[in-house]
Every structure is written in C-alpha cells, then in structure tokens.
C-alpha cells in the first residue's frame, strides 16, 4: 500500500482527469499495476531485488509522453520514482522517423510502446492506433499469429528470432518483410522489452527465386541434352542406316516405338521438375509472335494489369485462351488487323480479342476452339462470350474472377 505520495504525483493524477484517492495513502499501489510491474515490485517488497526498473507510455488527448519507473529497496518497503523521458523517446523517434525499417518495441506484457512510422506506412493506419495490443492487427490473419507468435517465444526464452511476413501492397503487389526479433533483460534476467525490426527483402527474394529457377532450368536443358536428345538422335541414325541397307523390319520398328516411349516418358519427368514462373509480357509476346506467322500479320497487345500477381491456374489458362483466339482469327476470320487487350475491371480479369473479319455467323456452330475457350472460362468461375464488333469483325471478351498468388515462405 502507498505510504506516501509527494505533490506532483497528485497533481499529475489530477491534471490527467484520474481519481487522487486512488493513489494516495493508503490505497493498494499493486493491485492498479500491470502484473509485470506489479511482480517486479514485489520482487522488491519480498527482498528479492535490490530495484525493478520499466518504461511505460502515458498519453493524453493531445501529447505522447513515455516514464520510466524506478524503484529501490528501503527497509519495510520500497522508494517508487517516475521519471518523464518523453525528451529522450523524442530524441529516438525523430531518428527513427528516418529509417525505412519496421520499427516496434514492446513492453514485458507485449503491448506496443512505439511503433515508428515506417511501420504505421506499412499498415496504412494512424501510428497512435497501433500502440497497446494493436501493433499487429492490420496484418493478413496467417502473418499476424506467425508474427505475434514469434515475439512472445522470444520474450519467453530470450532467444532472438528472424521471420519474413508478406505485407499485400495498394498496387495488388506482394512486399516481404524480414523481422529480427530480440529480447532485453535486467541484470536479473527479468524481461525489459521486445523488440522488432523488420527491413524490406522483397527484391533479393525475387532474385534469389529466379537464380534458383534459372540454375534449375539450365539442370533440365542438360538433362534433356545428355539423355533425351541423344536417345532420339540414336534412334534416328539407326533408322537411317536401316533404310539405306533395306533393312526397316518389325523388330526394328519395336525398338524404335520402344525408345520413343522412353524418351516421351523422360520428358514428361522432367517437365515435373520445371520450376513455376510468373507470368509477363514476355510469355505473351511469345504467343502472339507465334500467332502472326499464321496471321500475316502481328495483333496489337495492350497490358493493363500486372500479371506476375496471377496464380499459376490462371496463368497457364489466360496463355491457352490467348493462344487459341488467335488460332481462330488466323483459320476463320480473314482478318487484316487483330488486338488484345488483357486489363484488370474491378475484382475480374479481362481478356478482350478483336479483329476486323468477316464476323461471326448468325447462328455459329459450337466449334472445339470456341468450346475450350469457354470451358476455361467455367472451371475458374466466370464467362466468355463473343459479339460483332462495332466496325464489324468478331470481339471475344474472356472474363475470370482475378485470383491473385501468394509467394510461398
């Protein structure tokens, strides 16, 4: 219980809107604590310790103002100080204001007693509103629990701890940040504080992504060279030398069916191992360049939306169904000119192919081309439909819900 209480303390209380009862003489001084401020004073009370020290936030309406609580053993009791050091988490603050890294501390209890702005920037919120037990609550559901999970293991054992988090960004865009968690303790062992700094690692992610790609796919080109080709390249002098010496029988043709299988069955293996990539303009432009020997001519291309944030399902879809429209102008259209357009309208993805042909007819047959168009449509939830284009020719308009990916961990 408080046996005394000095001016300012009251006044302090009074000028804050508190009750002066509630901490004057003889009022319980521990039991209105934090359970981590109110063990470590009695760790001082049971004579345990020679002093407990912690730093807290008290903010009002209009100013942040941080303490730090001392207190020191007296025989029968213990000296409790408050000391204003708003000067120095200003001084702190001003320079970590400057810093693009992730800043937060928090307290024993886990509560945030500063967050700097960089972190505010990444949450899109007020810094005021993430102090307290809401640093973390603006963050995707899996992330917060891995987040919050990693800096109460580390305020338990003390042991540091590095996480990467993905943070969606505005533009549909995926960042990953890099956390390195550590914990503070007294000369007791007893907790003083977390802390978190988290630093932005999205592009060497994606380098180190696309050199392990890269070092894969040149794996597989020596494997395909090694094994395949040399297979087929065997296979294909033996029936050169066959033929020359009229010597094509049926055992032969076996071994040669045999040795195809093989190697059919070898690429289907190695085509397993190929590692994913996301798709860019460069995977369509190598479809529409293919589609122009066929047309004679080359299909404008406009990109509206960022297509490395498809997932692979979508991906691999909209490269089909770009493919196959134009498959289409080139047989049926008679066309002189033909565009894509692929845009983001709304939460859909949009392809739209044009051409100026001789149109759809009135009542068009159900061809196999039109029909896995739409199927692909179906099986990722939306529609495709096709219409005379204003000028004439054909407009097909390819609409799927925009599934985004979510790099893996």
């Given at each position: 219980r408080i046996r005394f209480a000095n001016?300012?303390?009251?006044?302090?209380?009074?000028?804050?809107?508190?009750?002066?009862?509630?901490?004057?003489?003889?009022?319980?001084?521990?039991?209105?604590?934090?359970?981590?401020?109110?063990?470590?004073?009695?760790?001082?009370?049971?004579?345990?310790?020679?002093?407990?020290?912690?730093?807290?936030?008290?903010?009002?309406?209009?100013?942040?103002?941080?303490?730090r609580m001392v207190a020191t053993s007296l025989a029968g009791g213990a000296l409790v100080l408050h000391l204003d050091i708003t000067g120095e988490y200003v001084r702190v603050s001003r320079w970590l204001e400057t810093t693009p890294s992730a800043i937060i501390e928090l307290g024993p209890g886990g509560d945030a007693?500063?967050?700097?702005?960089?972190?505010?920037?990444?949450?899109?919120?007020?810094?005021?509103?993430l102090l307290g037990?809401?640093?973390?609550?603006?963050?995707?559901?899996?992330?917060?629990?891995?987040?919050?999970?990693?800096?109460?293991?580390?305020?338990?054992?003390?042991t540091d701890r590095t996480i990467d988090i993905a943070l969606p960004m505005d533009d549909g865009s995926i960042s990953w940040i890099r956390f390195l968690i550590s914990a503070y303790t007294d000369d007791y062992g007893r907790l003083r504080r977390v802390s978190l700094v988290g630093m932005d690692v999205t592009a060497p992610r994606q380098l180190n992504e696309q050199l392990a790609a890269a070092a894969e796919r040149e794996r597989?080109?020596?494997?395909?060279?090694?094994?395949?080709?040399?297979?087929?390249?065997?296979?294909?002098?033996?029936?050169?030398v066959a033929q020359r010496q009229g010597k094509v029988t049926p055992d032969l043709l076996a071994d040669v069916s045999h040795s195809l299988d093989r190697s059919i069955a070898d690429l289907r293996?190695?085509?397993?191992?190929?590692?994913?990539?996301?798709?860019?303009?460069?995977?369509?432009?190598?479809?529409?360049?293919?589609?122009?020997?066929?047309?004679?001519?080359?299909?404008?291309?406009?990109?509206?939306?960022?297509?490395?944030?498809?997932?692979?399902?979508?991906?691999?879809?909209?490269?089909?169904v770009i493919n196959e429209a134009l498959s289409n102008v080139a047989q049926h259209a008679h066309a002189t000119r033909s565009s894509v357009l692929i845009a983001r309208d709304g939460g859909d993805l949009v392809?739209?192919?044009?051409?100026?042909?001789?149109?759809?007819?009135?009542?068009?047959?159900?061809?196999?081309?039109?029909?896995?168009?739409?199927?692909?449509?179906?099986?990722l939830g939306g529609a495709a439909t096709w219409s005379r284009g204003r000028d004439g020719g054909t407009v097909l308009d390819w609409r799927v819900p925009l599934n985004e990916s979510r790099p893996s961990a």
């Open positions: 001016q300012r303390w009251v006044q302090f209380c009074i000028d804050n809107g508190g009750q002066p009862d509630a901490v004057s003489p003889p009022a319980d001084y521990l039991a209105a604590c934090d359970p981590h401020t109110a063990a470590g004073l009695g760790a001082v009370l049971a004579g345990e310790a020679d002093y407990f020290e912690t730093e807290y936030p008290c903010h009002g309406p209009t100013v942040e103002r941080w303490f007693v500063f967050v700097n702005q960089a972190w505010s920037r990444y949450m899109r919120v007020p810094r005021r509103s037990r809401n640093w973390a609550d603006h963050l995707p559901g899996e992330d917060r629990e891995r987040l919050i999970g990693a800096a109460e293991a580390s305020a338990a054992d003390h597989i080109a020596a494997d395909i060279h090694d094994v395949v080709i040399q297979d087929l390249v065997a296979t294909g002098i033996g029936l050169e293996a190695l085509a397993v191992r190929l590692p994913s990539q996301r798709l860019g303009s460069a995977d369509v432009d190598v479809v529409v360049r293919r589609a122009a020997l066929a047309l004679g001519f080359r299909p404008t291309v406009k990109i509206d939306v960022d297509l490395a944030v498809l997932d692979e399902h979508t991906s691999a879809h909209l490269v089909a392809l739209a192919v044009r051409d100026d042909g001789i149109g759809m007819p009135d009542a068009p047959s159900r061809r196999s081309g039109t029909a896995n168009i739409a199927r692909r449509a179906t099986e």
